[in-house]
């Protein structure tokens, strides 16, 4: 991980790692300004950055897309949001999707193209399942309630073992 300064004519002298993958090259005068050097020979801008003790790194452009001047005016407007970020409540937060829009939007259609007898499965999930958990925010779904229901399938519903453990697959 060499550090330099970044100019124009530094990285166009740079030539690609035969020994590893890619190069790191950050500038000296730019905190988290970084310049990534492949054994393909592109050449990509970052900004690299900590967060909550992870290291993070946003791809800025390839030295073929953007000059070193737009890379660095990206640069300043990413640590500038970085260090002054939106308050939480200007921020949108979706919606939890519930279980009922979550076998809707993705399961069914699934289940429609990769098995072979989805009627089966979808009659379980209509008929012992969405009963219960229909209303109920995939995030706030809890592995005792799983379990509670899938116990609840084979004692109280009297189904088969086979039957209740589709729940668990699902």
């Known amino acids: 991980m060499p550090k330099m300064k ?3 004519d530094s990285i166009k002298q740079l030539k690609p790692p035969t020994d590893k993958a890619k190069e790191q090259y950050f500038d000296s005068d730019l905190t988290g300004f970084m310049l990534e050097v492949k054994n393909t020979g592109s050449k990509i801008y970052y900004y690299r950055y900590r967060e909550n003790n992870s290291q993070k790194m946003i791809r800025i452009g390839t030295t073929t897309d953007i000059s070193l001047q737009e890379a660095k005016e990206k640069y300043y407007t990413l640590k500038e949001n970085q260090d002054n970020p939106e308050p939480p409540s200007q921020t949108k937060e979706m919606p939890p999707i519930t279980f009922q829009e979550f076998y809707d939007s993705y399961y069914l259609p699934y289940i429609k193209t990769h098995i072979k007898s989805y009627e089966t499965n979808i009659s379980i999930f209509k008929n012992h399942i969405l009963p219960d958990l229909a209303t ?15 116990s609840n399938m084979i004692h109280k519903k009297h189904l088969a073992p086979a039957t209740a453990n589709k729940f668990i697959i699902f």
Do not use: G
């Open 136 to 150: 109920t925010p995939m995030n706030e779904l809890k592995k005792i309630e799983v379990m509670t229901h899938h």
């Open 6 to 8: 970044l100019t124009t």
